[in-house]
């Protein structure tokens, strides 16, 4: 039994435990990377895929494989990037997990129009400028890729080359798979193709290696449109520059629409060539930044509606404001809040969702709109520092003496007072009717040990780093 054998077999006998969902969410990409002796190693297309199931489906996953292989008795998880590029055709989905059918074709819809032995990367039709959510930072890229749809393919090109740049996860592949799917439906006649870097590097390479470099020129010098994603992966591949420089030539000098997307803009890619950096920025050069507040709450409420999640005005603020980095973030929370509440039943909120995000990046401090921290009534404070110190919130609330039950408290004091602002006869009123000299006391005390003793200086700054606190 193969690899891939033994995963599907696993996969079978997991069908009553987990459901479609969450096999597309976190298990259509994993594979198996090696089988060593008693020992199992499954390949995760993404650090949080990673670590989603080794949190949560470690057991389940390993006891399956047992079944399985009976001598497997330790599993492992590493990432390997590679996957979360590879399509997934439907002969690599289980039956169980399989779609319960393909949806119908509309009537005069067209199809992706490939002349036979021209390869591309398959768009996804969930790629277009309409659901591109538009704001004031993109609004310019955004009205580019309308104008290069607008252009027949018979016309004089406005933009050409079109050059996209900017960081990861900000929407150039959507810009860029959006144009394509677009141009087909409008001009179902014309040959677009919309292509990955390394896809294109591999079939230079292939083709040098049969021999039939020939045949690759002409399969790319036919189409009427030739969309290249991510080239800053060919610095210091000379041969793929080399070919890119010419097949770049042919299709300009015959009015070819081309649209390049990368991280920086030609004149800042390292490695690449000076008379292929001077070609691509030719035509327009469009930078794509990170939106700002306002447009990523838009997009957080636009994906959750595609999936189907009802999620509290708070927490939109909350998501939307804590997305900084890239929007491939806001993706991977919906995926975790729509596996949670199916797996678990649990319902977002501010809570959750920061707990969330300490969980993908432990150093990011959160931001609420409007306040200061994560918490925002004694309850809240109650919970974060019972689920801390593993105790029973009823003994926060309790008259115990135990260090173990008072040493909490008074934290939980303190940080209703230098949290919420909270006055000592109301942290007092809150914490059972105790006279607000006792909690006075108690809150006195915590600093001073704070100063002191390094571990409750810790205990503090990690739960004030639980509540959102710098």
């Given at each position: 039994?193969?690899?891939?054998?033994?995963?599907?077999?696993?996969?079978?006998?997991?069908?009553?435990?987990?459901?479609?969902?969450?096999?597309?969410?976190?298990?259509?990409?994993?594979?198996?990377?090696?089988?060593?002796?008693?020992?199992?190693?499954?390949?995760?297309?993404?650090?949080m895929n990673k670590n989603w199931l080794e949190s949560k489906y470690?057991?389940?996953?390993?006891?399956?494989?047992?079944?399985?292989?009976?001598?497997?008795?330790?599993?492992?998880?590493?990432?390997?990037?590679?996957?979360?590029?590879?399509?997934?055709?439907?002969?690599?989905?289980?039956?169980?997990?399989?779609?319960?059918?393909?949806?119908?074709?509309?009537?005069?819809?067209?199809?992706?129009?490939?002349?036979?032995?021209?390869?591309?990367?398959?768009?996804?039709?969930?790629?277009?400028?309409?659901?591109?959510?538009?704001?004031?930072?993109?609004?310019?890229?955004?009205?580019?890729?309308?104008?290069?749809?607008?252009?027949?393919?018979?016309?004089?090109?406005?933009?050409?080359?079109?050059?996209?740049?900017?960081?990861?996860?900000?929407?150039?592949?959507?810009?860029?798979?959006?144009?394509?799917?677009?141009?087909?439906?409008?001009?179902?006649?014309?040959?677009?193709?919309?292509?990955?870097?390394?896809?294109?590097?591999?079939?230079?390479?292939?083709?040098?290696?049969?021999?039939?470099?020939?045949?690759?020129?002409?399969?790319?010098?036919?189409?009427?449109?030739?969309?290249?994603?991510?080239?800053?992966?060919?610095?210091?591949?000379?041969?793929?520059?080399?070919?890119?420089?010419?097949?770049?030539?042919?299709?300009?000098?015959?009015?070819?629409?081309?649209?390049?997307?990368?991280?920086?803009?030609?004149?800042?890619?390292?490695?690449?060539?000076?008379?292929?950096?001077?070609?691509?920025?030719?035509?327009?050069?469009?930078?794509?930044?990170?939106?700002?507040?306002?447009?990523?709450?838009?997009?957080?409420?636009?994906?959750?509606?595609?999936?189907?999640?009802?999620?509290?005005?708070?927490?939109?603020?909350?998501?939307?404001?804590?997305?900084?980095?890239?929007?491939?973030?806001?993706?991977?929370?919906?995926?975790?809040?729509?596996?949670?509440?199916?797996?678990?039943?649990?319902?977002?909120?501010?809570?959750?969702?920061?707990?969330?995000?300490?969980?993908?990046?432990?150093?990011?401090?959160?931001?609420?709109?409007?306040?200061?921290?994560?918490?925002?009534?004694?309850?809240?404070?109650?919970?974060?520092?019972?689920?801390?110190?593993?105790?029973?919130?009823?003994?926060?609330?309790?008259?115990?003496?135990?260090?173990?039950?008072?040493?909490?408290?008074?934290?939980?004091?303190?940080?209703?007072?230098?949290?919420?602002?909270?006055?000592?006869?109301?942290?007092?009123?809150?914490?059972?009717g105790k006279n607000h000299t006792t909690i006075m006391h108690g809150?006195?005390?915590?600093?001073?040990?704070?100063?002191?003793?390094?571990?409750?200086?810790?205990?503090?700054?990690?739960?004030?780093?639980?509540?959102g606190i710098k």
């Amino acid at each position: 039994m193969d690899k891939t054998q033994v995963w599907d077999a696993a996969l079978n006998q997991m069908s009553g435990k987990i459901s479609r969902m969450e096999f597309h969410t976190w298990f259509k990409k994993i594979r198996v990377s090696e089988i060593s002796g008693t020992a199992i190693v499954l390949a995760c297309p993404t650090e949080m895929n990673k670590n989603w199931l080794e949190s949560k489906y470690h057991g389940v996953i390993l006891s399956n494989l047992k079944s399985v292989l009976p001598e497997i008795d330790r599993l492992y998880f590493r990432v390997e990037l590679g996957l979360a590029d590879t399509p997934v055709g439907k002969k690599d989905t289980p039956a169980v997990f399989a779609e319960p059918k393909a949806p119908r074709k509309l009537p005069n819809s067209p199809d992706a129009r490939i002349e036979p032995g021209l390869e591309t990367r398959i768009t996804q039709p969930k790629f277009t400028l309409k659901n591109f959510i538009v704001g004031e930072e993109n609004r310019f890229v955004h009205a580019a890729c309308k104008s290069i749809v607008d252009t027949k393919p018979t016309e004089k090109k406005k933009y050409n080359p079109f050059f996209i740049y900017g960081g990861c996860g900000l929407g150039k592949t959507h810009l860029l798979q959006g144009i394509a799917n677009e141009l087909r439906g409008k001009y179902p006649n014309a040959k677009i193709l919309y292509i990955t870097s390394e896809r294109f590097m591999n079939e230079i390479i292939d083709a040098i290696k049969n021999r039939k470099a020939d045949e690759l020129r002409k399969k790319y010098r036919r189409v009427d449109a030739f969309l290249l994603d991510d080239v800053q992966f060919f610095e210091g591949k000379e041969k793929t520059q080399e070919e890119l420089f010419n097949t770049f030539n042919d299709l300009f000098e015959f009015n070819k629409q081309i649209v390049f997307s990368a991280d920086r803009p030609p004149s800042e890619l390292t490695g690449i060539s000076d008379r292929l950096k001077s070609r691509m920025g030719w035509g327009l050069l469009a930078d794509l930044q990170m939106p700002k507040f306002e447009t990523r709450l838009a997009i957080v409420q636009a994906k959750a509606q595609e999936r189907q999640l009802i999620l509290p005005p708070d927490v939109q603020d909350f998501i939307a404001t804590n997305v900084r980095n890239n929007l491939r973030e806001v993706e991977n929370i919906l995926n975790q809040i729509a596996a949670e509440g199916d797996i678990s039943g649990i319902s977002p909120t501010v809570q959750t969702m920061g707990k969330m995000l300490r969980k993908i990046n432990p150093d990011r401090s959160m931001e609420i709109t409007g306040m200061g921290s994560l918490a925002r009534s004694t309850d809240e404070v109650i919970t974060i520092v019972s689920e801390y110190f593993q105790i029973p919130a009823t003994e926060l609330l309790g008259i115990s003496r135990k260090k173990e039950i008072v040493f909490p408290r008074q934290i939980a004091w303190l940080l209703c007072k230098d949290v919420l602002k909270m006055s000592y006869e109301a942290i007092g009123a809150d914490f059972g009717g105790k006279n607000h000299t006792t909690i006075m006391h108690g809150v006195r005390k915590i600093k001073d040990l704070a100063r002191k003793d390094s571990p409750t200086a810790r205990h503090i700054h990690a739960l004030k780093k639980d509540l959102g606190i710098k």
